[in-house]
Structure formats: structure tokens, C-alpha cells
């Protein structure tokens, strides 16, 4: 029989990959302290983390108390096709501006799109937590362009914070956000626990800088892991 002693170091670091992160800025992001995360990992302690302590790191990482990775809850629709299995993702009447935001007020659910259920295991987004809306704007061109169909995990809600020289070419993954009440898409850097950048792909749109209390207005809906282009003649 094994033990959360056993199990719990493993699934942390597999979160930690799943999720692009680091021990160090999950501890500093989620105000846990010095090496929570690290010690886990390294099997600190003859007596493991306390259940205090695994709450706030599971908190930390989007996993449930259970201890693995999130179950799919909610009436999540399964469809086979062909052999295949295949869950119904949600499309919202929602517009997330690629410029100055949008106010989604109304938004509602307004139809369903079939993803396999083994691709989204492999990207690891559970499709209880996938949901779809619509880019507008055009300050993230050409990556995502007005109408595209965007696909939000929304248990990904903590960037990643990282400093990079000049040697790291990966670029800033891609939020849906809440800032100051209007929907938006951007890539969002996180240099330290105090700064957050919003950045357009698009070069004619400045960076946007928040710092301190302006960090709390923005409201992370969750990470942006697949969008499709609608071709217009």
C-alpha cells in the first residue's frame, strides 16, 4: 500500500511540468514558505508535509485535495465517433479583445465543439475545465486573428515567473484575462512576484506594465493552450 509520503513528490513534479513552472516560483507566487515546494520534492522530513501544508501546495499547483491531478466534474458529455472518444467543450458568447477589452456582460454558453478526449489528456487540460470564446481585435496578429476560436484551460491561472537572459528565446505564454472588468488576450511575462507584462504579437501595440496593486485587477480566466483560424474569402 502506498503512502501520500510516497506518491505526493512525484505528482508535484509532474504538476510542475504540466504547468511550465518552477518549485521556486510557485512558492514565491502562491506566498508559501522558503522551499515548501522543494522540500517535498526532495523528501524532506521523517515525518512528510503536514495536511496543511499539502492543502496550500496543492492550492498552489490547481490540484484537488484527493492528491492527483484534477478529476473531470460536472456534466461533461461524451461522444464516440468512429471508435474515438470525444467530450463536448463549451463555446462562450464571449469576444476576449486582442487590444483594449471587451465587456462581456451577457456571455453565455451558445454551443458545444467535440475534442478528443486523448488529445486533451495529452496537452493536459481535463475537458471539465476546457471552455471556448472568440478573439477579437487585432493587437495579437498574426497569431490569433479577429474571429479565431481560442481554447482556455481555465485551472492554469498563475504565469510562471522567470527571468530570462539572452539566451531564452521562449515566448510568453498566451492568458485569457479580467483587466479592469473588460475581457482581454495577451502573452503575459512575469519577471518578478511585483511586475506583470502584458505583451501583443502584434509590434504596432506597446508593451502594458502592472506593478503592485495594478496586478490584482487582473483576473487570470486561465491559460490560452489551442486556437484555430476561421478562413474568410
Known sequence: MTSIDDDFPEMVRQRLEQLGTSPFAVEHAAGLPADAVRNVL???GKSGPTLTRVRQICDALGLELYIGPPREAGPVERILLDGADYAHIPLHDAMLAAGAGCDN?????IDQLAFRRDWLKRIGVPASTARLAR???DSMQPTMWPGDMILIDTQRKVP???TKDGKDQRRSPIYAMIDNGEARVKRIERPSAELMMLISDNPDYAPEVRQGGDIQAVQII???VWWGHTVKE
Open 135 to 137: 478573439v477579437q481585435g
Open 222 to 224: 486561465g491559460k490560452v
Open 42 to 44: 526532495r523528501g524532506g
Open 105 to 109: 456582460s451577457a456571455e453565455q454558453v
Open 160 to 162: 510562471a515567473i522567470r
